[in-house]
Nanobody
Framework: QVQLVESGGGAVQPGGSLRLSCAASGSIASINAMAWYRQTPGKERELVASITSGDSANYADSVKGRFTISRDYAKDTVYLQMNSLKPEDTAVYYC?????????????????WGQGTQVTVSS
């Protein structure tokens, strides 16, 4: 199995910064892509940023220029640096990983989610 463990959430004032981390562990052959999603009550989970194994990154329009996603391949970890935070960034942030595993003598891709970490932006 594979586990994703997130850290770095918390409360911050508008204009402040936070850095989220998500470490993957377990039976991993390779990680194809990692991403951060967020969700607020009553709304669907939305993609915030994603990054492929080739370091190609994509961002939601609402966070472009403020958030940066990066990966540490040696640690199987993805980061989300969040700057100039706004109250509308308040949400539970979830880490996502598309992982290649060697199971039953074949390679196959699996999707995993972290448990979520709360980010609150308020004065």
């Amino acid at each position: 199995q594979v586990q994703l463990v997130e850290s770095g959430g918390g409360a911050v004032q508008p204009g402040g910064s936070l850095r989220l981390s998500c470490a993957a562990s377990g039976s991993i052959a390779s990680i194809n892509a990692m991403a951060w999603y967020r969700q607020t009550p009553g709304k669907e989970r939305e993609l915030v940023a994603s990054i492929t194994s080739g370091d190609s990154a994509n961002y939601a329009d609402s966070v472009k220029g403020r958030f940066t996603i990066s990966r540490d391949y040696a640690k199987d970890t993805v980061y989300l640096q969040m700057n100039s935070l706004k109250p509308e960034d308040t949400a539970v942030y979830y880490c996502y990983a598309n992982v290649r595993r060697y199971v039953s003598s074949i390679f196959a891709d699996y999707q995993y989610w972290g448990q979520g970490t709360q980010v609150t932006v308020s004065s």
